[in-house]
Structures are given as C-alpha cells and as structure tokens.
C-alpha cells in the first residue's frame, strides 16, 4: 500500500484536500464504508502534512467537514429510503431481526451510539442511515456527528501525522481499535436482541 503515499505526494495538494474531504463523505453513505477508506485516506492526509506537501489545518478541515456532512447525508437517506434499501440490499445478507436490533439500539442510545458508531468502518456506513430510519431526531443526531466526525478525523489525520512514513502501522493499530470498538457494540445489540426475544416469549 505504500504506492498509495507516493502518488498522493506527487499530486496538487488541492488533490489531496479533496480526497481527504470526499472518501471519509462517501464512506458515510449507506453500505459504501465497507469499500471507501476515509480512515487511511485521512491517515495518509496526515502523513502527507507530516512531510509539508499539504497545511495540516486544511486537511484537519476537510476531514472533519467531510465526515460531518456525509454522516448527515447518510441520516437523511436513512429517513427517507431506509426501508426500501434494508430490504433490497442488507435485507439480503443480514437477519431482519438482528437488523430490528441494531435500529432499536440506535433509536434507545440516540446520540451516543452516533458517537461511537463513528470509530468502525462498518457501523460508520450504517449508523447514519439507522439513526434515520430510527427515528433519532436531526436535533439530537447533529451535535453527536459533529463531536464524533471531529475526534475521528482529528484522530485519524493525527495519527498519520505522528507516524509519518509508518503509517502502515499506525492504520493497523486503528483498525484493531475498530475491531474492538465493533465487538463491543456487537454484545450490546445481541443482547438488546435477546432481551426483546424474552419480552415476547
């Protein structure tokens, strides 16, 4: 993956702003977070800040603005067509009822599971739209995307930053913290769902 730091530090740094704006945007979109790196490309952001080809505050700016705004993007297709792409695409690959779960989960945690959601490339492309289809309310979603796209982006350019040409390593070692941070929610939602199996039985 090193070919990937190279070529960023041969374009534009206006090419590189609007990468570490546009993945980390796209990422937030329902599904895409499994394919789009917006964690590597704002690690590898850092690193190019890290050796002066780009403003560490331009990319710190991108990165946050394009993590606010996908996430926001993602809530209101969750709102508006969440149904139709549980059942037509997650429907299919997922449980429904582990899927009810996870949505009961968001809409009881509101906030807080916004917040955490962001730091795992999986629940970043699906939290958004849940929180929409939740019914979270917009009010209550914002404050905690915007609290959560600033730690992560901050975190992630950083994280580059500090570790400069070793940025392999310091992706591996976020990519261990998603894991667990996933596993955790992953209990959280099994025994919501285990709990609402009782309820009715």
Known sequence: ???????LLNVPDWVVLTVVFLLPAAEAAILLGMFIPGEIALILGGVAASVGHVSVLWVLVCGVLGAIIGDSIGYFVGERWGIQLLHSTLGRKVPIEKLDAARAFIARRGGRAVFIGRFTA???ALVPGLAGMSGVPYRVFLPWNIAGGAVWACGSVGLGYAAGTSWELAAHYASIFGATVLGLVAVAVALTWWR???SLG
């Open 1 to 7: 993956m090193t070919h990937l730091l190279e070529r």
């Open 122 to 124: 999986a629940l970043r």
């Open 196 to 198: 609402h199996k009782r």
